[in-house]
């Protein structure tokens, strides 16, 4: 019996450094106010194929799609903003006061050839941004996604900006860049060549075609979207973020437009791209959806790319296992010593004993190897005096029972570990 390929388990010495990064997750979303949402695993699956657009790679190759007992077409989550966009206009968060700031959290699936960062059940941090079709918004948005990699510890971070224009555009370039892909069609693989007809813009983010002067996107923007663009870039500026255009951006789903953006650190041995995170904005995929004319914004990332560029970078996340008290007893103080235990662990304190009787040398040995900051040892000796041996820090004294907890708070156990 084996984990199905593309999958990982999350193993209990390892589950500390996701416990972290979540942590971070949701600190930095609390101080932009961003709040959580939630949604199905599974949807309906018109919901990606109306969102990604039916060229996308995701529709045509890399979705789970199964048809369910009512012969109805399901496909497991790809990517958390089409699901945020239809719960967002299904429970009519609209209504609301704007800006509606949510983030997710959770597995996404794909199917893909498995790689290092890349899993067919991956687990993905995201955030969207509804209700507000603002410079300055596009710059918060990406500078929260700057400063989570910033706390985590990378250095050297730079954000990749582009924009994409309004629809006009988008036009303008489109049929510029058909101009300019025909002719070299031939040569092109077979995605692309697909991709001249139906979406031309995918061209230039595909992995295996590269291109040396592509026609320059600035150059067919309308003097709106120019304008939009040079603001976000301002607010980055003000914001000290640091940033280079790349007219070549453009991401992989259809339904961005205006801002694009990803964020890459220099991590050598971590691959050509460097990629941690990427995101845009979506003005028009409220309304596709059925619900009104309102603006959107956002970005996701790969909480287990996260760990291993992490672990690339030479990041250690993890704090030291350890626990706040080992209570050690004797066959005569046992039941006393579950009571005690009970006790430290309601009021806080990570603590442990042995559940098999065994000698006070094996308890010790225990112990030092769960990194005990504290040994309780409850002799019946000590029980009868309504007392308990507290050993910390090669010191050892005798604590009154019914003062123990307190004298444990005085002590401000973990501190060290924080």
Same mark, same amino acid.
């Given at each position: ?19 972290? +990064? ?25 919901? &990606? ?11 045509? $190759? ?12 399901? /496909?497991?989550?790809?990517?958390? /903003? ?39 059940? &991956? ?13 300055? !918004? *596009? ?14 510890? @990378? ?12 629809? *006009?555009?988008?036009? =303008? ?16 693989? =077979? ?13 230039? *983010?595909? $992995?295996? *075609? ?16 120019? $304008? ?10 003000? +914001? ?18 205006? /801002? ?5 650190? /220099?991590?050598?041995? @971590? ?27 956002? &970005? ?6 996260? +760990? ?21 007893? &004797? ?28 000698? !006070? ?36 004294? =005798?604590? $009154? ?18």
């Amino acid at each position: 019996m084996q984990k199905p390929k593309g999958t990982y388990d999350v193993l209990p010495r390892e589950s500390k450094k996701w416990q972290y +990064l979540e942590d971070v997750f949701r600190s930095v979303c609390s101080y932009y106010n961003f709040k959580e949402i939630r949604t199905p695993i599974f949807e309906r699956t018109e919901i &990606f194929h109306r969102s990604s657009g039916e060229e996308s790679d995701i529709v045509k $190759k890399e979705t789970y799609t199964f048809t369910d007992r009512g012969k109805r077409s399901m /496909t497991l989550r790809p990517e958390g /903003t089409a699901s945020t966009v239809r719960a967002f206009v299904e429970n009519k968060l609209y209504v609301d006061s704007l800006p509606q700031k949510v983030y997710y959290y959770g597995p996404m699936f794909r199917y893909e050839r498995p790689q290092a960062g890349r899993y067919r059940q &991956f687990t993905q941090f995201g955030v969207e941004a509804f209700g507000a079709e603002s410079p300055l !918004l *596009d710059a918060e948005v990406i500078s929260m996604a700057y400063h989570i990699y910033s706390i985590l510890g @990378f250095d050297q971070l730079v954000v990749k900006v582009n924009t994409l224009g309004d629809q *006009d555009s988008r036009d =303008n370039y489109r049929n510029a860049l058909v101009d300019y892909l025909t002719p070299q069609k031939e040569y092109l693989c =077979n995605d692309c060549k697909e991709r001249i007809d139906t979406n031309p813009l995918r061209v230039l *983010d595909c $992995k295996i *075609d590269s291109f040396d002067s592509p026609p320059n996107m600035s150059e067919y923007r309308t003097e709106k979207a120019q $304008k939009f663009f040079d603001g976000m870039l301002e607010y980055l500026d003000a +914001l000290g973020i640091p940033y280079e255009v790349d007219e070549t951006l453009v991401r992989g789903l259809d339904y961005y437009n205006h /801002t694009v953006f990803e964020l890459q650190a /220099t991590i050598e041995g @971590f691959g050509s791209q460097n990629t941690l995170c990427g995101g845009g904005r979506y003005n028009g995929l409220v309304k596709e959806f059925g619900g009104p004319d309102i603006p959107g914004i956002g &970005f996701a990332f790969g909480v287990d790319r996260t +760990l291993l560029a992490l672990e690339a970078a030479g990041i250690k996340l993890s704090k030291p296992e350890y626990i706040n008290c080992y209570v050690a007893t &004797f066959p005569e103080t046992r039941v006393e010593g579950a009571r005690l235990v009970d006790a430290l662990r309601l009021s806080g304190f990570i603590t442990e004993m042995s559940h098999e009787e065994k000698s !006070l040398k094996a308890q010790l040995k225990q112990a030092d190897k769960m990194n005990a900051e504290i040994i309780l040892i409850l002799g019946e000796e000590e029980f009868n005096n309504e007392e308990i041996i507290v050993k910390h820090q090669g010191e050892q004294i =005798n604590v $009154k029972l019914e003062n123990i907890i307190d004298y444990l708070d005085s002590l401000n156990l973990g501190e060290i570990n924080e």
